[in-house]
């Protein structure tokens, strides 16, 4: 066995390793059942994931045992005396969720914070489950309801091109979905075998690892196989970044209802990102648009240093058209939903800023993507005004259309067909919507000259 498998093992029962906190965790964990505290020990950091202790079964040890930190597990004498020291284990900040955007929750539960989030007073979040009869209206545009159907199109079709029909059958003459195939394609396509042959390998590579396996040999290739083969003028002009390490910067982050409201008229220069947020906001890939020459230019002549809501140097002068979050195959939908949703929403908050509110509501909605091992699904957010005497904004986040598995070879065609719709999208409506508010801060540099 490799030592990679052997990293994999899940833990059955006690193993004491010496008397530091692990062997005592683990120890304890022998009695709720098996739980793999090694796993949440090694959890990414970029999930914020805290170990919810509250929810774990520490049997008190009949021995107090004391550690360097001066931390102590009460004995079951002192849990007679103070039932509540039972679960008094002291964690770093990074893994007690201490440095969590929503405050005060004792539960790392994202539907705990999504629920939180849907309350708040300030700019509140909301998730909606998208139901076959949706109307349209203010939170559901028209733009969004002509991509939806699009979507459902490309996850419900055999979108396979004719210059690979031969082929595929003879690679593949025990499929019964692609020998029942009679949908496809015939425009032109740059799709190769050896394309569809990479991306299957990647995804089959990836079963039973780790999330950043999973984007850099599947996740990764799909999205720049996609632009690399979709139907715009120049690949060059759209990039996937891959932003695990990108940070909100906390002005535009999710903060305490007792922090000062958000400002959308304030200063649209940037400070310095010396202080990041906490990684729970993260997302994992992004699909971007550069920018001209030209429009490199009115952003300098207004002091505005970064474009998105994050400081990180490759998102410097590349706006953000869709963005990604990924899970290993098994892990939680609403924690992926939850990042999407806080990072999302404070991208709406800097464009706001940028731009202001109208400009951002002709843009209607944001694309985003949510990918669990090899299942992609598509979910959009729209930025809409709130009813009431409250007035201000709100964040309603959709969900969501299955577009496909990257580990069979209808689903690989689904995915992408997908992709390019989402690719195509970015470089004509999000850019065209992107250079035209551009432009206006030019025009308005040049009224202020002319005196107009």
Not at 362 to 376: D, F, M, N, S, T
Request: with cysteine; hydrophobic share 35%; net charge negative.
């Amino acid at each position: 066995m490799s030592s990679h498998d052997q990293n994999h093992i899940p833990f059955e029962g006690p193993r004491r390793r010496g008397r530091g906190r692990g062997a005592v965790l683990e120890h304890r964990a022998a009695s709720t059942g098996g739980l793999d505290v090694n796993a949440h020990l090694n959890t990414d950091e970029n999930d914020g994931l805290d170990l919810g202790l509250e929810d774990v079964n520490l049997t008190p040890h009949p021995k107090k045992r004391r550690y360097a930190t001066g931390t102590a597990i009460a004995t079951s004498d002192d849990a007679a005396s103070d039932h509540s020291s039972r679960s008094s284990l002291s964690l770093p900040p990074s893994l007690s969720g201490a440095d969590s955007p929503i405050k005060g929750s004792r539960s790392s539960s994202p539907i705990k914070h999504l629920l939180r989030v849907a309350m708040r007073k300030d700019e509140p979040i909301h998730v909606r489950e998208y139901n076959p009869g949706q109307s349209v209206s203010d939170e559901f545009p028209h733009a969004l309801a002509d991509m939806w159907a699009t979507l459902r199109k490309c996850s419900r079709r055999a979108v396979i091109p004719s210059t690979l029909e031969g082929d595929i059958r003879r690679h593949f003459p025990s499929d019964a979905d692609l020998l029942d195939a009679r949908d496809f394609l015939d425009a032109p396509s740059k799709l190769t075998m050896e394309h569809l042959n990479d991306l299957l390998r990647g995804a089959h590579k990836s079963f039973m690892k780790t999330e950043p396996h999973w984007n850099c040999a599947s996740h990764f290739p799909a999205l720049d196989r996609a632009v690399q083969t979709a139907k715009i003028v120049n690949c060059d002009d759209v990039s996937i970044e891959n932003i695990t390490l990108a940070d909100i910067l906390p002005q535009y982050n999710l903060r305490d209802e007792t922090m000062a409201p958000y400002n959308p008229s304030s200063a649209i220069s940037l400070p310095s990102a010396a202080t990041t947020t906490t990684p729970s906001s993260r997302v994992d890939l992004a699909l971007t648009i550069g920018l001209t020459a030209a429009e490199n230019e009115i952003l300098s002549n207004h002091n505005i240093t970064h474009i998105n809501h994050t400081a990180f140097d490759s998102l410097t002068r590349s706006p953000i058209a869709v963005s990604v979050e990924a899970k290993r195959s098994g892990e939680g939908k609403d924690k992926s939903q939850y990042q999407l949703a806080v990072w999302v929403s404070a991208q709406f908050r800097r464009l706001e800023e940028l731009f202001g509110r109208e400009k951002v509501q002709q843009l209607a909605w944001l694309p985003l993507l949510r990918v669990q091992g090899e299942h992609w699904h598509f979910l959009a957010a729209v930025r809409v005004g709130r009813s009431g005497p409250s007035g201000g904004m709100q964040t309603v986040i959709w969900s969501e259309i299955s577009l496909g598995s990257m580990r069979e070879v209808l689903g690989v065609f689904h995915v992408l067909a997908a992709l390019h719709v989402l690719v195509e999208w970015a470089d004509t409506t999000f850019r065209q919507w992107f250079a035209g508010c551009i432009q206006a801060l030019g025009v308005g540099d040049l009224e202020q000259q002319t005196g107009g």
